[in-house]
């Protein structure tokens, strides 16, 4: 082993052993012909060497075979003293040379498809462990480690670039592509680790595990963040059952921004939660759904037979704040409902699918992000995350499991069958509004949302004052959600005095008797769930 400065080391031996054959032989072509040695193990040198590629073994290299099916191989001073020596550290090189250690100058490696097995259904907790890699991380954290002298490649996508600079520069790596690969390293790395960690938690916990592991992928660049000088990015969980744009086909529009996202994934939720029926398959069974989002925040949503007349519903509780709304529907778009949101400004559409000449009306305001999921999956039941300063609070995701027989009719008013629709619509819709949360619906549409008041009779007053600006022939017989109990009366007196005739809540407040007793003299009906849905 020769002495060197860092960066100043050439590339003329390369560790070649990896899971995933995708350009491996062009890399390895491109490696002799700069007249580098190449090592390899396994599967990858029998690879290799069908492609006509001379080599050196791992076992030629170590003078140890690999044992155990293949758990050993790479574990080795051999290979751990030329990936980890400080070449500009004398006593290193020196300890080298004693012990007939040669210097490896890069390393390729991917590792065994833990994530893909363990997601197979049906996989055994032996395969599972079976496809733990050893071996691989180990010399991608010591090559990524020592990365002034020992560049590391974990990603295909590098390997031409890294080619191009070492043909370039007579076989060297500058120190800043050097980082840089090795930041990748341990990305890979952290992610693969976190993976494991996840999955053995679910093989031993139940619940909450006492650590947890998690980490994350790049899906996309933002425009910007919550405000223009904030730069901003969208990862996605790994090994999450799906993430917000997964399936996700971008038809037309400027690319989505960070608020654009928060938007949509409140549009979405909500469709999905109104458009699935118990037992159902779904956002496309039962009725057509549309679910308009301004700030994070519903101010219109409807069920209704025609995607068209849902849309319409929705938009009809408040055309003000539905203005750069982002929209959620769960059936195709069709040029008749093409025509309605054309008359509007619409920031994001996001549907099943679209007809084509709905896709030529809509196309013709360019800032109109078409979004088309055509597999819509399922709600997913994943635990929640929301980071706090330094950390992440977690939690089960808030289900609406209730159902009318296990709800409690409190008030000697009893409600109709309509009335009934319309309280578990609101009911429905009312999770999806930031808390304090107060809906009013009528004909399983929303009339009027009071949402994120510090007092929850400020909430009613403003669904009630935004159905009075709006559709006031509505409000007598008007249903009400709350997704808290009401702590004091007055919001029965607020609610009683606009025309409100049925209410559904949790229930659970010192005062219950108090409020029953004002709907009773109201002649609302009123309905006790049980169950609080906050959402802050």
Same mark, same amino acid.
């Given at each position: 082993?020769?002495?060197?400065?860092?960066? $100043?080391?050439?590339?003329?031996?390369?560790?070649?052993?990896?899971?995933?054959?995708?350009?491996?032989?062009?890399?390895?072509?491109?490696?002799? *012909?700069?007249?580098? !040695?190449?090592?390899? /193990?396994?599967? $990858?040198?029998?690879?290799?060497?069908?492609?006509?590629?001379?080599?050196?073994?791992?076992?030629?290299?170590?003078? %140890?075979? !690999?044992?155990?099916?293949?758990? #050993?191989?790479?574990?080795?001073?051999? =290979?751990?003293?030329?990936?980890?020596? @400080?070449?500009?550290?004398?006593?290193?090189?020196?300890?080298?040379?004693?012990?007939?250690? #040669?210097?490896?100058?890069?390393?390729?490696?991917?590792?065994?498809?833990?994530?893909?097995?363990?997601?197979?259904?049906?996989?055994?907790?032996?395969?599972?462990?079976?496809?733990?890699? =050893?071996?691989?991380?180990?010399? =991608?954290?010591?090559?990524? +480690?020592?990365?002034?002298?020992?560049? #590391?490649?974990?990603?295909?996508?590098?390997?031409?670039?890294?080619?191009?600079?070492?043909?370039?520069?007579?076989?060297?790596?500058?120190?800043?592509?050097?980082?840089?690969?090795?930041?990748?390293?341990?990305?890979?790395?952290?992610?693969?680790?976190?993976? =494991?960690? @996840?999955?053995?938690?679910?093989?031993?916990?139940?619940?909450?595990?006492?650590?947890?592991?998690?980490?994350?992928?790049?899906?996309?660049?933002?425009?910007?963040?919550?405000?223009?000088?904030?730069?901003?990015?969208?990862?996605?969980?790994?090994?999450?059952?799906?993430?917000?744009?997964?399936?996700?086909?971008?038809?037309?529009? +400027?690319?989505?921004? %960070?608020?654009?996202?928060?938007?949509?994934?409140?549009?979405?939720?909500?469709?999905?939660?109104?458009?699935?029926?118990?037992?159902? $398959?779904?956002?496309?069974?039962?009725?057509?759904?549309?679910?308009?989002?301004?700030?994070?925040?519903?101010? &219109?949503?409807?069920?209704?037979?025609?995607?068209?007349?849902?849309?319409?519903?929705?938009?009809?509780?408040?055309?003000?704040?539905?203005?750069?709304?982002?929209?959620?529907?769960?059936?195709?778009? *069709? +040029?008749?409902?093409?025509?309605?949101?054309?008359?509007?400004?619409?920031?994001?559409?996001?549907?099943?699918? %679209?007809?084509?000449?709905?896709?030529?009306?809509?196309?013709?305001?360019?800032?109109?992000?078409?979004?088309?999921?055509? &597999?819509?999956?399922?709600?997913?039941?994943?635990?929640?995350?929301?980071?706090?300063?330094?950390?992440?609070? /977690?939690?089960?995701?808030?289900?609406?499991?209730?159902?009318?027989?296990?709800?409690?009719?409190?008030? +000697?008013?009893?409600?109709?069958?309509?009335?009934?629709?319309?309280?578990?619509?609101?009911?429905?819709?009312?999770?999806?509004?930031?808390?304090?949360?107060?809906?009013?619906?009528?004909?399983?549409?929303?009339?009027?949302?009071?949402?994120?008041?510090?007092? @929850?009779?400020?909430?009613?007053?403003?669904?009630?004052?935004?159905?009075?600006?709006?559709?006031?022939?509505?409000?007598?017989? $008007?249903?009400?959600?709350? *997704?808290?109990?009401?702590?004091?009366?007055?919001?029965?007196?607020?609610?009683?005095?606009?025309?409100?005739?049925?209410?559904?809540?949790?229930?659970?407040?010192?005062?219950?008797?108090?409020?029953?007793?004002?709907?009773?003299?109201?002649?609302?009906?009123?309905?006790?769930?049980?169950?609080?849905? %906050?959402?802050?």
């Amino acid at each position: 082993m020769e002495a060197a400065e860092p960066g $100043t080391a050439r590339v003329r031996r390369a560790l070649l052993s990896v899971y995933d054959k995708t350009g491996i032989v062009e890399l390895a072509h491109g490696l002799r *012909d700069l007249d580098v !040695e190449l090592i390899s /193990t396994g599967g $990858t040198a029998r690879t290799l060497r069908d492609a006509g590629l001379a080599l050196r073994s791992i076992e030629d290299f170590t003078g %140890f075979p !690999e044992i155990m099916n293949g758990r #050993v191989k790479t574990l080795h001073p051999l =290979i751990y003293g030329g990936l980890l020596a @400080r070449r500009d550290d004398p006593a290193h090189v020196q300890a080298a040379n004693e012990q007939g250690i #040669v210097a490896v100058d890069l390393v390729c490696v991917n590792l065994y498809p833990f994530e893909q097995t363990v997601a197979r259904a049906g996989v055994s907790f032996e395969e599972a462990i079976e496809n733990i890699d =050893i071996g691989g991380p180990t010399m =991608i954290r010591a090559a990524a +480690k020592n990365h002034p002298y020992a560049a #590391v490649l974990v990603d295909p996508a590098d390997y031409e670039q890294v080619l191009a600079e070492l043909r370039a520069s007579d076989g060297l790596l500058a120190l800043a592509t050097r980082r840089r690969l090795a930041a990748r390293a341990f990305a890979c790395t952290a992610r693969y680790d976190a993976s =494991i960690s @996840r999955w053995f938690a679910t093989q031993t916990y139940e619940g909450f595990p006492p650590q947890r592991a998690s980490a994350y992928e790049k899906v996309m660049d933002l425009r910007y963040g919550e405000n223009p000088h904030q730069q901003a990015a969208f990862y996605a969980e790994v090994g999450a059952s799906t993430h917000l744009l997964a399936g996700v086909r971008q038809l037309h529009g +400027k690319e989505l921004s %960070f608020n654009n996202l928060l938007d949509l994934s409140a549009a979405r939720g909500l469709v999905e939660e109104l458009s699935t029926p118990a037992g159902g $398959t779904g956002p496309s069974a039962g009725a057509a759904a549309a679910a308009i989002v301004k700030h994070n925040n519903p101010c &219109g949503c409807a069920l209704a037979e025609t995607a068209r007349e849902a849309y319409e519903r929705a938009f009809a509780c408040d055309p003000q704040s539905a203005f750069g709304g982002v929209i959620a529907v769960n059936r195709h778009v *069709d +040029k008749a409902l093409a025509q309605s949101l054309a008359e509007q400004f619409v920031e994001v559409l996001l549907a099943p699918g %679209f007809d084509g000449d709905a896709i030529a009306v809509l196309s013709a305001k360019k800032n109109v992000r078409l979004l088309e999921l055509g &597999g819509w999956p399922a709600p997913t039941t994943d635990i929640v995350a929301k980071p706090v300063l330094g950390g992440l609070l /977690t939690q089960s995701p808030d289900l609406v499991t209730e159902t009318r027989e296990s709800m409690r009719v409190v008030t +000697k008013t009893v409600p109709t069958e309509l009335q009934w629709e319309d309280l578990i619509f609101s009911w429905k819709v009312c999770r999806h509004v930031r808390s304090n949360a107060i809906v009013l619906a009528r004909g399983r549409a929303t009339v009027g949302v009071g949402a994120g008041q510090m007092s @929850r009779v400020d909430s009613v007053r403003i669904a009630v004052e935004k159905a009075r600006a709006y559709q006031p022939e509505l409000l007598p017989g $008007t249903s009400l959600a709350s *997704d808290a109990f009401f702590p004091f009366a007055d919001n029965i007196d607020v609610a009683a005095e606009a025309g409100v005739t049925s209410i559904i809540q949790p229930g659970g407040s010192v005062r219950d008797d108090e409020v029953i007793a004002a709907a009773d003299a109201a002649g609302i009906a009123m309905v006790f769930t049980g169950v609080r849905h %906050f959402l802050h």
